[in-house]
């Protein structure tokens, strides 16, 4: 070993490290394949396909046994192949080496690879698409919503894994004509999702006036996490059985999407007079909604209760925006298999799909950090602020 350094070192490489670096991504929502770790100056990884589909784009892993100070390279070298192969311009990777404290390297990407470079601060460091919100922390934020925020436990339903997919209600007023739907995560690699619910959680947590007005007029039902299988097994967009769930709205079962399936059984018992479907684009570097204009039953009450959200949110002073976005459906063109124009056609009801970045939200960026769970956490707090100044307009 000693002898072999010394040769590379004559030819002007680095010199080997003298402790094996080890990558591993054997975890909740680890995803990561090793092509060539043999020169730690430029690692060569593939990101997993989700079980049973083609997409891909969400990545995590762990890295062992650096020597900090030492640069090491790393290429992830099928991200020009991936679901959302545009994305990548303007996208810089998480890293952590604690896994509370996350920030980003700069990445660029260049011959079809996603490529970014660190000199590690401490032997071991993560990477991930985006900071990663695990399993273990949704068990405790289930358990804090149970305990500090006075939600129950309305139903559980199961994925096709056997994973828990929690339905929590929050309800004051047994009278409260109102009932108010937010669901998150239905696309397993969308961490912001289920960042974004903690930070509803924890507002409910904090008692107020506008809170309690709101918790008078509507009882609230949260699903945190949609697809539990597809957030462990590290997909970027699927269920285990290959299904992208917010395409299943129309055609939900029992076997293939059971997650979609539980939720639309207890939407139908209980009603719904608001819908937030909770999610994270890829491409788009801006927080935005999209609503439901496409659909058969749009309607000029709709499109009012549509602008007067969205002019609250914005006055709010959240990090949100209407500029940019998806273009609008025509009229009567909706994709009615998404939840958002399912729901909304279904109980002519607000419904809305909420994305947050990848990357960053461009009107305010914060180099450092990106968009991130904190970001997520002080936009729900906006948005249910919003909410409760329009409970008594739903219907
Ligand atoms: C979107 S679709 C993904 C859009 N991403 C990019 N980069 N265009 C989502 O996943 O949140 C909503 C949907 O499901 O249609
Ligand atoms: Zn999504």
Not at 125 to 143: C, N, T
Not at 285 to 293: H, K
Request: a negative charge.
């Amino acid at each position: 070993r000693r002898a072999e350094t010394a040769i590379l070192a004559t030819f002007g490489q680095q010199p080997v490290p003298e402790v094996a670096m080890q990558i591993s991504s054997d975890f909740d929502s680890g995803n990561i394949e090793v092509l060539d770790a043999g020169n730690p100056q430029r690692v060569l990884l593939a990101i997993r396909p989700d079980l049973n589909s083609h997409h891909f784009q969400w990545f995590h892993f762990k890295v062992e046994g650096l020597l900090p100070g030492q640069r090491y390279g790393f290429s992830l070298s099928n991200a020009g192949e991936s679901a959302y192969n545009q994305a990548w311009s303007g996208y810089h990777t998480v890293a952590s080496y604690d896994q509370r404290d996350w920030f980003r390297v700069p990445s660029r990407f260049e011959d079809g690879a996603l490529q970014f470079e660190l000199e590690p601060r401490e032997a071991q460091v993560w990477f991930a698409y985006f900071e990663p919100y695990s399993r273990a922390r949704h068990d405790g934020l289930i358990a804090q919503a149970l305990e500090r925020a006075g939600a129950e436990l309305f139903a559980c339903g199961q994925s096709v894994e056997g994973r828990a997919i929690q339905l929590l209600r929050v309800s004051r007023n047994q009278q409260a004509p109102r009932k108010l739907w937010i669901i998150a995560q239905q696309h397993p690699g969308e961490h912001m999702a289920e960042w974004f619910m903690e930070g509803l959680i924890e507002r409910l947590q904090r008692d107020d006036a506008e809170l309690d007005a709101l918790l008078q007029q509507a009882d609230l039902y949260l699903v945190p996490n949609m697809n539990p299988d597809g957030a462990f097994r590290g997909h970027l967009r699927t269920n285990a059985t290959g299904k992208d769930l917010n395409r299943a709205w129309q055609s939900a079962d029992a076997r293939e999407t059971p997650e979609v399936y539980f939720v639309q059984q207890q939407m139908r018992r209980v009603g719904v007079d608001l819908f937030l479907d909770i999610h994270g684009d890829e491409e788009i570097p801006q927080v935005f909604t999209v609503g439901c204009a496409g659909n058969p039953g749009y309607s000029p009450r709709l499109a009012a209760l549509e602008a007067e959200f969205r002019r609250r949110l914005l006055a709010s002073g959240a990090e949100y925006q209407t500029v940019r976005g998806y273009p609008l459906d025509a009229p009567g063109q909706a994709n009615l298999t998404l939840a958002c124009n399912a729901v909304g056609q279904e109980f002519d009801c607000l419904s809305f799909t909420l994305e947050m970045p990848f990357k960053d939200h461009d009107d305010r960026p914060v180099p450092q950090t990106g968009w991130n769970g904190a970001r997520s956490k002080q936009l729900a707090e906006k948005v249910l602020g919003v909410v409760a100044g329009m409970v008594d307009q739903l219907r």
